[in-house]
T-cell receptor, first 115, second 114 residues
Framework: DAGVIQSPRHEVTEMGQEVTLRCKPI?????LFWYRQTMMRGLELLIY????????DSGMPEDRFSAKMPNASFSTLKIQPSEPRDSAVYFC?????????????FGPGTRLTVL | QKEVEQNSGPLSVPEGAIASLNCTYS??????FFWYRQYSGKSPELIMS??SNGDKEDGRFTAQLNKASQYVSLLIRDSQPSDSATYLC??????????????WGLGTSLAVNP
């Protein structure tokens, strides 16, 4: 199994630019999560999907952030326009609703720097 | 007030000692509890989960849960330098059937000295 795949691994952009982060969950997993991690705020859940449907987006900071999951094998997190305070590591994770452990498997993350 | 609290550390222990990591949570309807390990520059990975009061052992790791005191801990016996990492406590609240939201602590940094 390839695990959760994220791209790009690193992104450096200038303030005001659009940023799109991509995620491919583990095949067969029906839950997909987007997290943001910073030193100050730790790991924060932004949004999660079940069977491609958003379940909880209460962590999305503001309208500049949007997430989509057009099919079971692909999701995007878009920031438009980006700001320096969006600089963080963004993780995608997936899990199986059939598993009793509720374990979330994390991708390698995308390190975003907004100048 | 953060819903899941952890001592940020760093917690420093000598090799072979027991490392004790603690986590408190504020919501009494918390249902499930998880310990994730995160090496520097890497992603979190699950090492233990616990759902009922008492102890749960897995190799060198023991998770302890006390719901009355709203407290969960992780003990690492015979600590090794490879255990040096940040340990994240996560809590899942009771909710609808498709609820999978975890509330995360900021993590405790552990350093095991050879």
């Amino acid at each position: 199994d390839a695990g959760v795949i994220q791209s790009p691994r690193h992104e450096v952009t200038e303030m005001g630019q659009e940023v799109t982060l991509r995620c491919k969950p583990i095949s067969g997993h029906d839950y997909l999560f987007w997290y943001r991690q910073t030193m100050m705020r730790g790991l924060e859940l932004l949004i999660y999907f079940n069977n491609n449907v958003p379940i909880d987006d209460s962590g999305m900071p503001e309208d500049r952030f949007s997430a989509k999951m057009p099919n079971a094998s692909f999701s995007t997190l878009k920031i438009q326009p980006s700001e320096p305070r969006d600089s963080a590591v963004y993780f995608c994770a997936s899990s199986s609703g059939l598993a009793t452990s509720n374990e979330q498997f994390f991708g390698p993350g995308t390190r975003l720097t907004v100048l | 007030q953060k819903e899941v609290e952890q001592n940020s550390g760093p917690l420093s222990v000598p090799e072979g000692a027991i490392a004790s990591l603690n986590c408190t949570y504020s919501d009494r309807v918390s249902q499930s509890f998880f310990w994730y390990r995160q090496y520097s520059g890497k992603s979190p990975e699950l090492i233990m989960s616990i759902y009922s009061n008492g102890d749960k052992e897995d190799g060198r790791f023991t998770a302890q849960l006390n719901k009355a005191s709203q407290y969960v801990s992780l003990l690492i016996r015979d600590s090794q330098p490879s255990d040096s990492a940040t340990y994240l406590c996560a809590v899942k609240l009771l909710g609808a059937g498709n609820n999978r939201k975890l509330i995360w602590g900021l993590g405790t940094s552990l350093a095991v000295n050879p």
